[in-house]
């Protein structure tokens, strides 16, 4: 399941919206690509994505660098 509220295509596994818990559930793995150069608190987010995979799980994050 992905989400990107910019999508245009039609594959109903990705939502056209922002990730949320609400609309999420929990997962065992969680792939970020250029996203969290995108978020305005970092932190907190990354805090969401722990909740939903339990604390437990895998986050594989891409960034384009490290700055």
């Not at 039609?10 to 792939?31: D, H, V």
């Not at 305005?40 to 594989?60: R, T």
Request: hydrophobic share 35%; net charge positive; no cysteine.
């Amino acid at each position: 399941m992905g989400f990107d509220p910019a999508y245009a295509g039609y594959n109903p596994r990705i939502k056209k919206e922002y990730f949320g818990l609400a609309s999420f559930g929990k997962a065992s793995e969680l792939i970020l690509r250029h996203v969290l150069k995108q978020i305005q608190n970092p932190i907190d987010f990354l805090e969401k994505l722990k909740h939903a995979n339990n604390g437990s799980g895998k986050i594989y994050i891409k960034v384009p660098y490290f700055d």
